[in-house]
């Protein structure tokens, strides 16, 4: 049997458990760490409680270990079992244990037990080689991931900056396998394609003009996402004294904010806000021609998401070398939504080059600005790609368990 370790149920993951689960050919189970996500939780990044609004247990089998009281994803000492890993897996007859990486100490836990009990260990991770490490940081991860990487057997790899990282770490070809990071594409599709009528209304809601470009940002309102970007690059399409490339685009430009936390008021303060979910009596200030137009949906569960994406033209994923990946740009592709990606996040270069698909350099807001005026005058904004599917990573699996 494989067992599938995983920190909590998240909405990204369960869907490609239940893929493996339908396709039949891997006995395995999911053993989690924590309940987070599916009881009522706290969100430090997006400064609010809530549950994901899926069915994230539904499909497949699983179990949820004993861990010490207090154990989130967000602590890395307490996120870890607090029973014998090594018998659990003998009692279980399990043959091959698939961590998520390495950021909680319960998966370092994990892997020397399976080491102990004679059980292959397959490594699923999102880290890449993007980031700009000091010198004695890159020899102390040289250090300690090296004494993890020597017990992995298989390492499933995301996508290209992620195989990068391994074969740094002297990973041999032999030992890397593709399992591309997805998002249930299907479901995405369809939510977008059944509200796409809708989608005059859904502006109309939040404010925005049917005659507007509307740039979505997704995400937490944080500094590794860095959305400030977006409005300082929208600033430069609507000022003329300080845009070098054409000044005017051939329609209103229009922000679409999506989420919430800790730079949510200098977001604000910083745009014409014509709509705000979560203000209760909105006072909107007198208009500054230097600002740009902006709404603010609020956060919205998986179920309520597609409406911004067929409310937006495009979506901006402006993170730094931080994001890790950006899965918020598999679901805007999966709902034929094109994206403007900075060169510094994980997923850059495998969705990047899909159809219109933009990319630009961090911070660069010259740069973004330009790519938003590109896609703003092109012809046709339909991304008509299909973004990494569920079924490669299953093929893997399959192939490594068989």
Not at 33 to 37: E, N, R
Not at 53 to 57: P, T
Not at 192 to 206: D, F, H, N, P, V
Not at 335 to 342: A, G, H, K, V, Y
């Given at each position: 049997?494989?067992?599938?370790l995983?920190?909590?149920?998240?909405?990204?993951?369960?869907?490609?458990?239940?893929?493996?689960a339908?396709?039949?050919?891997?006995?395995?189970?999911?053993?989690y760490?924590?309940?987070?996500?599916i009881d009522?939780?706290y969100?430090?990044?997006?400064g609010?409680?809530?549950?994901w609004?899926?069915?994230?247990?539904n499909?497949?089998?699983?179990?949820f270990?004993?861990?010490?009281?207090?154990?989130?994803?967000d602590?890395?000492?307490?996120?870890?079992?607090?029973?014998d890993?090594?018998?659990?897996?003998q009692?279980?007859?399990?043959?091959?244990?698939w961590v998520?990486?390495?950021d909680?100490?319960?998966?370092?836990?994990?892997?020397?037990?399976?080491?102990?009990?004679?059980?292959?260990?397959?490594?699923?991770?999102?880290?890449?080689?993007?980031?700009?490490?000091?010198?004695?940081?890159?020899?102390?991860k040289?250090?300690?991931?090296?004494?993890?990487?020597?017990?992995?057997?298989?390492?499933l790899?995301?996508?290209?900056?992620?195989?990068?990282l391994?074969?740094?770490?002297?990973?041999?070809?032999?030992?890397?396998?593709?399992?591309?990071?997805?998002?249930?594409?299907?479901?995405?599709?369809?939510q977008?394609?059944?509200?796409?009528?809708?989608?005059?209304?859904?502006?109309?809601?939040?404010g925005?003009?049917?005659?507007?470009?509307?740039?979505?940002?997704?995400?937490?309102f944080i500094?590794?996402k860095?959305?400030?970007d977006?409005?300082?690059?929208a600033?430069?399409?609507?000022?003329?004294?300080?845009?070098?490339?054409?000044s005017?685009?051939?329609?209103?430009?229009?922000l679409?904010f999506?989420?919430?936390?800790?730079?949510g008021?200098?977001?604000r303060?910083?745009?014409?806000?014509?709509?705000?979910?979560?203000?209760?009596?909105?006072?909107l200030p007198?208009?500054?021609?230097?600002?740009?137009a902006?709404?603010?949906?609020g956060?919205?569960?998986?179920?309520?998401?597609?409406?911004a994406?067929v409310?937006?033209?495009?979506?901006?994923?402006?993170?730094?070398y931080?994001?890790?990946?950006?899965?918020?740009a598999?679901?805007a592709?999966a709902?034929?939504?094109?994206?403007?990606?900075?060169n510094?996040?994980?997923?850059?270069?495998?969705?990047?080059?899909?159809?219109?698909?933009?990319?630009?350099?961090?911070?660069?807001?010259?740069?973004?600005?330009?790519?938003?005026?590109?896609?703003?005058?092109?012809?046709?904004?339909?991304?008509?790609?299909?973004?990494?599917?569920?079924?490669?990573?299953?093929?893997?699996?399959?192939?490594?368990?068989?």
């Open positions: 049997m494989l067992v599938i995983a920190t909590h149920p998240i909405q990204y993951q369960a869907p490609l458990w239940q893929e493996i339908r396709d039949g050919r891997i006995p395995f189970q999911v053993w760490l924590t309940k987070h996500g009522v939780s969100h430090p990044a997006f609010k409680s809530f549950a609004d899926l069915d994230l247990l499909g497949y089998q699983y179990r270990l004993t861990v010490p009281r207090g154990a989130s994803p602590s890395f000492w307490k996120c870890r079992a607090a029973e890993l090594r018998a659990a897996m009692e279980e007859g399990v043959t091959a244990l998520n990486g390495w909680v100490f319960g998966y370092w836990q994990a892997v020397w037990a399976a080491k102990r009990a004679g059980v292959q260990v397959w490594l699923r991770g999102e880290s890449n080689d993007l980031a700009a490490t000091p010198f004695w940081k890159r020899v102390l040289r250090i300690l991931l090296g004494q993890l990487f020597k017990r992995v057997d298989r390492f790899y995301i996508g290209s900056a992620n195989r990068r391994y074969e740094k770490f002297g990973v041999s070809e032999a030992r890397l396998y593709p399992a591309p990071y997805a998002v249930d594409n299907e479901r995405f599709a369809t977008a394609e059944a509200i796409r009528g809708q989608r005059l209304e859904i502006r109309k809601q939040w925005i003009p049917k005659d507007a470009f509307c740039v979505l940002f997704c995400g937490k500094p590794k860095r959305p400030l977006l409005v300082k690059a600033k430069l399409l609507i000022s003329d004294s300080e845009l070098q490339a054409p005017s685009l051939p329609m209103k430009l229009h679409l999506v989420g919430s936390g800790e730079l008021s200098e977001l303060s910083s745009c014409n806000v014509v709509f705000d979910a979560e203000a209760t009596n909105l006072q007198a208009s500054n021609s230097r600002k740009p902006a709404s603010f949906a956060f919205l569960n998986q179920t309520e998401i597609s409406r994406y409310a937006a033209d495009c979506l901006v994923l402006p993170s730094d931080r994001e890790t990946w950006g899965l918020v598999n679901e592709i709902s034929d939504l094109p994206c403007i990606i900075s510094q996040c994980g997923c850059a270069e495998d969705l990047g080059p899909l159809g219109i698909n933009k990319i630009f350099e961090c911070r660069s807001v010259e740069e973004l600005a330009a790519k938003i005026q590109m896609l703003a005058t092109a012809k046709s904004r339909a991304i008509s790609v299909a973004p990494p599917a569920f079924s490669t990573t299953v093929a893997t699996a399959a192939t490594l368990y068989g």
